[in-house]
């Protein structure tokens, strides 16, 4: 893994942790009952609320929706966390703008794209 990786990770798992205790704190509900109400097994949440892991794309779909926020919610913060570079920067505007594509896709063609990723995923390791 380069610096770079490890710097954006770190920063990508902090911002969806910040959000989701903020979230948390709103609806005045434990870790615990904030996992059972997202049907997210308690470790997989535990771990993203306390910034250990990044969440799939099918649980940031699966978040947004249970909050009935925006699939853009998660990352509109990165345009203010300086880049490391040009290429860094260019790519995550690519990624946030992927993002919100799929967010407008119809619950169909987003079952599709997921397995569709997920298949040139496997094919990638």
């Known amino acids: 893994m380069d610096a770079e990786k490890d710097v954006t990770d770190r920063e990508l798992k902090h911002l969806i942790s910040q959000k989701l205790k903020q979230l948390r704190k709103k609806s005045g509900k434990t870790i615990e009952e904030t996992a059972q109400d997202l049907d997210l097994d308690y470790s997989i949440f535990y771990n993203l609320y306390n910034g250990r892991r990044l969440p799939r794309l099918t649980t940031l779909v699966k978040l947004s929706r249970r ?41 169909q063609t987003r079952k599709v794209m997921s397995r569709v990723l997920q298949k040139l995923g496997k094919g990638r390791g």
Do not use: Q, S, V
């Not at 966390?81 to 919100?100: D, G, I, S, V």
């Open 67 to 107: 909050y009935g926020l925006p699939i853009e919610y998660w990352f509109k913060d990165l345009a203010k966390m300086p880049p490391k570079n040009t290429a860094w920067a260019e790519r995550r505007a690519a990624e946030f703008n992927l993002l919100k594509n799929y967010n407008r896709l119809d619950r």
